[in-house]
């Protein structure tokens, strides 16, 4: 499909196409702290994000054990900002995201290790199990964020609850 393109054309394309999904990020998350959260906002990008393990039906796309274990690993540790970083507050009974500087700036760091680290890992594997490499990344910061989130959600309800009685 892509033949006809360089190998350097197409991690140009790459790289691009990174940007513009955390610029999306970034926007979407700064439209989200505008209305309530729920657990269902909560839960279900994580959800829907699972089904791209279905990538791996496909054997160009399939890696190592030990790079998935290892991307994974890397993606929990990146959780880790973004999970000090997000914040909830009540406000009129409902629990809202809190809008913080710290979370955008940890984003766009993140953006720029992952890109770092996305011309180096291209060296090592082909671009598909490159774009494997990093959705287990993606996945492996996305889930223990969206938990923590979750979790933080369930004592700001109760707390509420518990105040309203």
């Given at each position: 499909?892509?033949?006809?393109?360089?190998?350097?054309?197409?991690?140009?394309?790459?790289?691009?196409?990174?940007?513009?999904?955390?610029?999306?990020?970034?926007?979407?998350?700064?439209?989200?702290?505008?209305?309530?959260?729920?657990?269902?906002?909560?839960?279900?990008?994580?959800?829907g994000m699972s089904t791209g393990y279905l990538m791996?039906?496909?054997?160009?796309?399939?890696?190592?054990?030990?790079?998935?274990?290892?991307?994974?690993?890397?993606?929990?540790?990146?959780?880790?900002?973004?999970?000090?970083?997000?914040?909830?507050?009540?406000?009129?009974?409902?629990?809202?995201?809190?809008?913080?500087?710290?979370?955008?700036?940890v984003l766009l760091v993140l953006l720029i290790v992952?890109?770092?680290?996305?011309?180096?890992?291209?060296?090592?594997?082909?671009?598909?199990?490159?774009?494997?490499?990093?959705?287990?990344?993606?996945?492996?910061?996305?889930?223990?964020?969206?938990?923590?989130?979750?979790?933080?959600?369930?004592?700001?309800?109760?707390?509420?609850?518990?105040?309203?009685?």
């Amino acid at each position: 499909m892509f033949s006809h393109l360089s190998e350097s054309t197409l991690q140009i394309v790459s790289m691009v196409v990174i940007a513009v999904f955390a610029v999306t990020v970034i926007m979407v998350r700064l439209q989200a702290a505008k209305k309530p959260t729920s657990v269902r906002k909560i839960i279900i990008p994580p959800l829907g994000m699972s089904t791209g393990y279905l990538m791996f039906i496909f054997p160009f796309m399939r890696i190592s054990w030990t790079y998935g274990i290892i991307a994974f690993g890397v993606g929990l540790l990146f959780s880790i900002p973004l999970i000090i970083s997000s914040h909830m507050e009540v406000s009129d009974g409902q629990v809202y995201l809190k809008r913080s500087p710290a979370f955008i700036v940890v984003l766009l760091v993140l953006l720029i290790v992952r890109l770092g680290l996305h011309s180096y890992i291209e060296k090592y594997v082909t671009i598909p199990q490159t774009g494997a490499v990093f959705f287990i990344l993606a996945f492996g910061m996305l889930l223990p964020w969206r938990i923590a989130m979750y979790l933080r959600y369930k004592s700001f309800t109760a707390a509420t609850a518990s105040l309203a009685r």
